[in-house]
């Protein structure tokens, strides 16, 4: 290459690695987040000997490793920015070969952005870039072999094992460049049509002991080859789930209330958040409610794996342990590969709160063979809590039921009954009931759970207003509306409302610049319908 190729190629190199640290670390850094939290690495020897039990060990077993770097900030994109330009330079060295630079630097270019958009991707992994890198490193041997001695060239055919089992489908891509190099440069056609008998023969003969099937055996670690665009979408829906993860309920909040996107997922983080910082039903009328949805997401074959992922968050939170184990260890059998950081821990966190050391060690001992959260795990051992954990644990230990419940698992208001009959004083879980109630628009089950469960020690305008509704629709006589202590301007207001609604025939216009955020308006215009 010509010192001024040279100089090209490493300002392009530099410019490169500058623009993917700047992109993902300033606009898509969730997605990196939730990747390191969909992974656990353990550095013990039976851990590592498990990734033998696939191809492409050395290139999953080297991007693995790498993604544990993803939990600090900063350091997802300074890996994967790396790793992008790796990938683009040994393009452009192995094009150099066989074609001019300016051509090169153009093929190399593009297989650097085509990668980049693979990486858009909520679960493409560090190992599938690596596994190209891999494939384009095995064809620099080969080029090395064969001006050596160019006998040499059929013994390359025993790279093609070796890239298989070292880097997965990068054996495709040194075929590729083989095949390329071939036919541009050595015109060795023979060993084309051998070269791609042996490999088709190297992936299909052995997919039945990695209990792949024929499709992933022939792209493994990767699990397609689309180029997506980046998903602002889903980086603002992360953002809330990091920071939900992190405890940070302001900025949960906060992320919320910038995002435009109106889906059960954003709700459910909204009021988790608004029941975290005690304002539930003050705040629950002001934004959008997918009725019960935006409170619980359900454990069931028509909820996304994302959904499913933290369908424990809310449970955790209300004290239900039970439910919040059940959901946890779901989420984790439908995590990519069944092994992740973020859910281990949460379930060490319920046996903690639970009292069951001997099953929370078990989980604190494997996370101690982390990277990145062997201090967290360590802190929680039994010898070495602290008065301040000891305390938090003592708290959420009050909310968890003393008996057990058995009822379908998404039988939510079973299960907050339960919790309010094991602690009455579990005002979270409280809130949660009458708001399920609220949301599905069933005034009657609300009025029976709010004498039950709030009457005299529970105030909130939205409660106020459902209890209107409730009078009204079953003509309480005064008496029994003045035992629930309702303002007397919340009653004026009701009549008011009640006057315009039947002024204007059920037509919302009118009514929403005023009533927009009243739950009269909720139980009259909200209508019921599925939501992504």
């Known amino acids: 290459m010509k010192p001024k190729e040279k100089k090209i190629a490493v300002v392009a190199g530099l410019c ?26 353990l550095s013990t020897p039976g851990y590592l000997s498990t990734y033998f039990d696939r191809p492409a060990w050395f290139s999953c077993l080297c991007g693995d490793y790498l993604t544990q770097y993803y939990y600090l900030i900063g350091g997802g994109a300074a890996v994967l920015s790396v790793a992008l330009v790796l990938w ?35 679960n493409y992994e560090l190992s599938s870039t690596l596994s190209l890198t891999g494939g384009v490193v095995l064809f620099l041997l080969h080029l090395t072999l064969i001006r050596r001695n160019r006998r040499w060239l059929w013994l390359a055919l025993l790279l093609l094992p070796v890239a298989y089992w070292f880097f997965g489908c990068g054996i495709w891509m040194y075929l590729l460049l083989t095949t390329a190099y071939s036919l541009i440069k050595s015109r060795q056609y023979g060993f084309l049509p051998v070269g791609w008998a042996i490999a088709l023969l190297v992936v299909w003969l052995p997919r039945g002991h990695y209990l792949l099937t024929a499709k992933q055996a022939f792209i493994y670690p990767s699990t397609d080859f689309v ?77 996304s794996i994302p959904g499913i992922r ?15 184990e059940h959901s946890a260890i779901l989420g984790m059998i439908f995590s990519p590969h069944h092994r992740s950081s973020r859910l281990l821990k949460r379930l060490a966190e319920i046996n903690l709160v639970k009292g069951d050391d001997d099953a929370a060690v078990r989980f604190l001992r494997m996370l101690e063979q982390t990277k990145f959260h062997k201090q967290w795990a360590t802190s929680r051992l039994p010898e070495n809590r602290n008065r301040i954990l000891t305390e ?60 039950q469960h709030a009457d005299g020690r529970v105030t909130s305008r939205l409660y106020y207003e459902a209890l209107l509704i409730y009078l009204a629709a079953r003509r309480a006589t005064p008496e029994e ?16 409302y009640t006057k315009l ?22 139980y009259h215009f909200a209508t019921f319908k599925s939501t992504p």
Request: proline share 5%; with cysteine; glycine share 4%.
């Open 16 to 41: 490169c690695l500058v623009a993917g640290f700047a992109f993902f670390q300033f606009y898509y850094p969730y997605h990196l987040f939730y990747r390191e939290q969909m992974l656990l690495f």
């Open 88 to 122: 683009g330079g040994l393009v452009g060295c192995a094009c150099r070969q066989m074609m001019p630079g300016a051509a090169a630097f153009a093929v190399a270019l593009a297989a650097l952005v085509a990668q980049l958009f693979r990486n858009f991707g909520l």
């Open 227 to 303: 180029l997506p665009l980046p998903d602002i979408r889903a980086e603002k829906l992360l953002a809330m789930d990091t920071h939900a993860y992190r405890e940070n309920w302001q900025m949960v909040l906060q992320l919320a209330e910038r995002s435009d996107i109106q889906n059960s997922l954003v709700s459910y983080y909204r009021n988790l958040a608004q029941s975290m910082t005690g304002n539930l039903p003050d705040g629950l009328m002001n934004f959008y409610q997918p009725a019960a949805l935006g409170l619980f997401q359900e454990v069931s074959a028509n909820n």
């Open 310 to 324: 933290i369908s424990n968050e809310v449970w955790f939170t209300l004290g239900d342990m039970t439910a919040a």
């Open 392 to 451: 938090r644990l003592a708290r959420r230990r009050s909310f968890v039921p003393q008996t057990d419940l058995i009822v379908p698992a998404n039988d939510h208001p079973a299960r907050l009954r339960h919790l309010l009959r094991n602690n009455p004083e579990n005002q979270r879980a409280l809130d949660y009931l009458l708001c399920y109630d609220l949301l599905t628009k069933d005034v009657r089950t609300f009025a029976e759970d709010y004498r």
């Open 481 to 496: 509306a003045l035992t629930y202590r309702i303002p007397t301007e919340i009653v004026r207001e009701f009549n008011a």
């Open 501 to 522: 609604y039947e002024q204007h025939r059920g037509n919302p216009a009118p009514l929403q610049s005023q009533y927009g955020k009243s739950y009269w308006f909720y």
